[in-house]
C-alpha cells in the first residue's frame, strides 16, 4: 500500500520555465510534508517542509503547496535551472512518530 | 547547519564478512537517527530508527540480527551488516533527526551521503 505517491515518473522542463513536482498521499493522519533532492550516490537534500496549518510555504526559487482536502502537495521550483536537475522525493509523516513515508521519486532534467 | 557524514562511502567486501557504517551528525545532537536502503530506482526503505541509549526499532521484515544497529551517544550510530551476503549489496543511507521548530515541534531528517556496499 503506498500511501505517498508520485506519479510522474521524469519530467523535463526547460531552463528559465517553472517546474512543478506532485505528490499525492491517502492517510489523513500525515501533518509534515517534505520535499528532498537527490543525486546519483548521494544522500537527499533537504529543500523545503510545511506543515498541515499551512497550505503554502515559500523559499527563494522553491514554493511548497498543500491541498489537504485534496490531500496533495506540489513543489514549485522558478525558474528552473541546470543544477536543479536530479530525483525528488517528496515524504510526510504524522506528528509523533517522526518516521517518513517517500513517494518513489520523479527524475527533473532541465535542459538548457 | 545540519550536517549528516557517513563512512565509509563504499565498501567492497566478501560473502560471510560484517561490515560497519558509521553515521555521525556534526554539527548538531541527533536523538533519533534513521537507516535506510535505497534499491536502485526505487525509494528509500526505511529499515530501523536508532534512539540514543536505547534499542532500535526495526521495521517489518528487517532482521535484528542481521542490521545491528548501536547508538552510542547523540551524535553517532552505526548500522552493522553481519554475515553479509550479495544480496545484501544496496545503498545505504541514515538521518538524523532534528527539532524544526514549527508548531508541533516536526522533526527534520537531514541524510548522510550514503554507503554504497557491494558484497562479493
Known amino acids: 500500500d503506498q500511501q505517498v505517491k508520485q506519479n510522474s515518473p521524469s519530467l523535463s522542463v526547460q531552463e528559465g520555465r517553472i517546474s512543478i513536482l506532485n505528490c499525492d498521499y491517502t492517510?489523513?493522519?500525515?501533518?509534515?510534508f517534505l520535499w528532498y533532492k537527490k543525486y546519483p550516490a548521494e544522500g537527499p537534500t533537504f529543500l523545503i517542509s510545511i506543515s498541515s496549518i499551512k497550505d503554502k510555504n515559500e523559499d527563494g526559487r522553491f514554493t511548497v503547496f498543500l491541498n489537504k482536502s485534496a490531500k496533495h502537495l506540489s513543489l514549485h521550483i522558478v525558474p528552473s535551472q541546470p543544477g536543479d536537475s536530479a530525483v525528488y522525493f517528496c515524504a510526510a509523516s504524522t506528528s509523533g512518530t517522526y518516521k517518513y513515508i517517500f513517494g518513489t521519486g520523479t527524475r527533473l532534467k532541465v535542459l538548457a | 547547519g545540519a550536517v549528516v557524514s557517513q563512512h565509509p562511502s563504499r565498501v567492497i567486501c566478501k560473502s560471510g564478512t560484517s561490515v560497519k557504517i558509521e553515521c555521525r551528525s556534526l554539527?548538531?545532537?541527533?536523538?533519533?537517527m534513521f537507516w535506510y536502503r535505497q534499491f536502485p530506482k526505487q525509494s528509500l526503505m526505511l529499515m530501523a530508527t536508532s534512539n540514543e541509549g536505547s534499542k532500535a526499532t526495526y521495521e517489518q521484515g528487517v532482521e535484528k540480527d542481521k542490521f545491528l544497529i548501536n547508538h552510542a551517544s547523540l551524535t553517532l550510530s552505526t548500522l552493522t551488516v553481519t554475515s553479509a551476503h550479495p544480496e545484501d549489496s544496496s545503498f545505504y543511507i541514515c538521518?538524523?533527526?532534528?527539532?524544526?521548530?514549527?508548531?508541533?515541534?516536526?522533526?527534520?531528517?537531514?541524510f548522510g551521503p550514503g554507503t554504497r556496499l557491494l558484497v562479493l
Open positions: 538521518s538524523a533527526s532534528k527539532t524544526s521548530g514549527g508548531a508541533r515541534g516536526q522533526e527534520t531528517q537531514y
Open positions: 492517510n489523513s493522519m500525515f501533518d509534515y
Open positions: 554539527d548538531f545532537q541527533a536523538t533519533t
